[in-house]
Nanobody
């Protein structure tokens, strides 16, 4: 079992930055692939970024590539999402998720989810 708690959301102006954190419980965090997803009102949950268990491989949605960076600190059981050059269309609830083995971009592939953190970008 893995429990995930996101933090770091908030309200920022377009062009600004935020760093989301996701703290995980459990002794086997380093064996999990971690992902970030987001869901805007009236829309489906969408993939944002994912990172392999070692941190050596990262994957991004085209919409955030070059602006967002996913990273992890296995010693701290934490995964991060650094978000720069934020746009109003980035407004959503952001969720972190965990799964074993290979990286995936589909939400259904992830086994554990946090409660989400709201990110709002004003224009």
């Amino acid at each position: 079992q893995v429990q995930l708690v996101e933090s770091g959301g908030g309200l920022v102006q377009a062009g600004g930055s935020l760093r989301l954190s996701c703290a995980a419980s459990g002794r086997t965090f380093s064996s999990y692939v971690m992902g970030w997803f987001r869901q805007a009102p009236g829309k489906e949950r969408e993939f944002v970024a994912a990172i392999s268990w070692s941190g050596g491989n990262t994957y991004y949605a085209d919409s955030v590539k070059g602006r967002f960076t996913i990273s992890r600190d296995n010693a701290k059981n934490t995964v991060y999402l650094q978000m720069n050059s934020l746009k109003p269309e980035d407004t959503a609830v952001y969720y972190c998720a965990a799964k074993r083995t290979v990286v995936a971009t589909m939400a259904i592939a992830y086994d554990y989810w946090g409660q989400g953190t709201q990110v709002t970008i004003s224009s």
